[in-house]
């Protein structure tokens, strides 16, 4: 069997894709245990709440120009209260804390796609440069943790999203920009490998290519599946499995922070005809209402946009 492309970076999704958790069990799950987790240490439950929940919309929103982690720390500060350096400094060690100890433990006896982990080490034996362009609205040690749930070795990845490196957020086309520049690429060099049609494949935007995890798929946008590759996680491994060697992998990918102009030149390279950003904001808006909101189970499967 022939493939039509060539890649030289594979990037996946986490949620959906490679960890197979329900997303609303999930965010209960972490509300819970992060409220909890606070007030123990001193903060009011419900005031912290409505803080996390501010700064979580908040890095949707916010101007491109610096990270998600400062955009979420600035409105968590101002909606809870916290207007001293010292105090700032205190509740983010709390945060730290929290990560490290007590967050890992909402994987506790989950069980993983093994195809996974195995998709991800094949890519890796033949070559390919793997990116994981995850929603990076968490730390990149709460993203560590979730990898492990999906028995995915972080190592394997040559840049990881987390809002430390992040400006932007799914499903905005300069959120794949960032990446672009970060990665030094064109579109056309890049797999996207996700489950939701509206904030994974808004890449295809950039010129990529894509590949839709069907096990967990999201479609709020009402996709049409025929027009992109498809199929459940192991028919993906068996398409992995006919790829050839990377021949021509991209170099000196960069983990960090990448510079908003940077970003814009990759953005103005690979935009394809007709890209709307204004209506990419408002989806991540949307997306970011969302995972601040009541979740029940469901859902997420539930969002709808546009008719």
């Not at 594979?10 to 509300?31: H, K, Q, R």
């Not at 979580?56 to 610096?66: I, P």
């Not at 192991?234 to 940077?262: H, K, Y």
Request: charged share 25%; glycine share 8%.
């Amino acid at each position: 069997m022939q493939n039509a492309k060539t890649y030289r970076v594979i990037c996946f999704d986490l949620d959906g894709t490679l960890l197979p958790m329900d997303i609303d069990e999930f965010m209960v799950a972490y509300f819970k245990r992060i409220a909890t987790y606070m007030g123990m240490h001193g903060m009011d439950p419900e005031l912290f709440m409505l803080a996390l929940k501010a700064g979580t919309k908040r890095m949707a929103t916010h101007a491109e120009d610096h990270t998600n982690e400062q955009a979420f720390w600035d409105e968590f500060c101002q909606v809870y209260g916290i207007d001293s350096d010292a105090e700032r400094k205190r509740v983010r060690q709390m945060s730290t804390d929290f990560y490290a100890n007590d967050f890992p433990h909402i994987g506790d006896g989950f069980q993983g796609n093994p195809a996974a982990g195995r998709v991800v080490r094949k890519l890796a034996q033949k070559g390919y440069p793997l990116v994981l362009t995850t929603m990076p609205m968490f730390p990149r040690r709460a993203i560590e943790h979730r990898l492990a749930w999906a028995g995915v070795e972080p190592g394997l990845f040559a840049r990881i999203t987390s809002y430390e490196n992040s400006c932007s957020v799914k499903p905005k086309q300069t959120y794949y920009a960032e990446n672009l520049a970060a990665m030094n690429l064109r579109g056309e060099d890049v797999l996207m490998v996700g489950n939701n049609t509206m904030e994974d494949m808004s890449f295809l935007d950039l010129g990529a290519d894509g590949y839709l995890v069907t096990d967990y798929l999201l479609d709020p946008i009402n996709f049409d599946l025929s027009t992109i590759k498809h199929g459940s996680m192991a028919d993906f491994e068996a398409w992995v499995d006919t790829l050839p060697q990377c021949l021509n992998p991209a170099r000196e990918i960069s983990c960090g922070v990448v510079d908003s102009s940077e970003m814009q030149r990759a953005l103005s390279k690979n935009a394809l005809p007709g890209l709307d950003l204004a209506d990419a904001q408002a989806k991540a808006a949307i997306v970011a209402d969302a995972v601040a909101g009541n979740h029940e189970a469901g859902s997420a499967g539930k969002l709808k946009i546009g008719s």
